[in-house]
């Protein structure tokens, strides 16, 4: 198995920052990649960047520019900065480990953290 630990996840204004950390444990070996999705109330999960260990790297549309992915190996654990941030960037974030298939939909990976609340406030 994977364990995966969000955290970073808090209360900003608009335009502000927020570094979300993604901390792996377990069978790392396992996974392909790292990526990140939100959930929004009353919305389906959406994706929003993946990192692949091949050095591959993609973000949805809306958050391009302002997103940016990365990881330190040494510590199995994954980034993502978010800048200027919006209301509308306000979720539930999780990280979860890439198996296989299209990066874009959740039945490409395999083990889902619990979680970090991100709240933009306009």
């Known amino acids: 198995q994977v364990q995966l630990v969000e955290s970073g996840g808090g209360l900003v204004q608009a335009g502000g920052s927020l570094r979300l950390s993604c901390a792996a444990s377990?069978?790392?070996?396992?996974?392909?990649?790292m990526g990140w999705f939100r959930q929004a109330p009353g919305k389906e999960r959406e994706f929003v960047a993946v990192i692949t260990w091949s050095g591959s790297i993609y973000y949805v549309d809306s958050v391009k520019g302002r997103f940016t992915l990365s990881r330190d190996n040494a510590k199995n654990t994954v980034y993502l900065q978010m800048n200027s941030l919006k209301p509308e960037d306000t979720a539930v974030y999780y990280c979860a480990s890439y198996y296989a298939g299209n990066a874009y939909y959740t039945g490409a990976y395999d083990y889902w953290g619990q979680g970090t609340q991100v709240t933009v406030s306009s």
């Open positions: 377990g069978r790392t070996y396992r996974t392909n990649g």
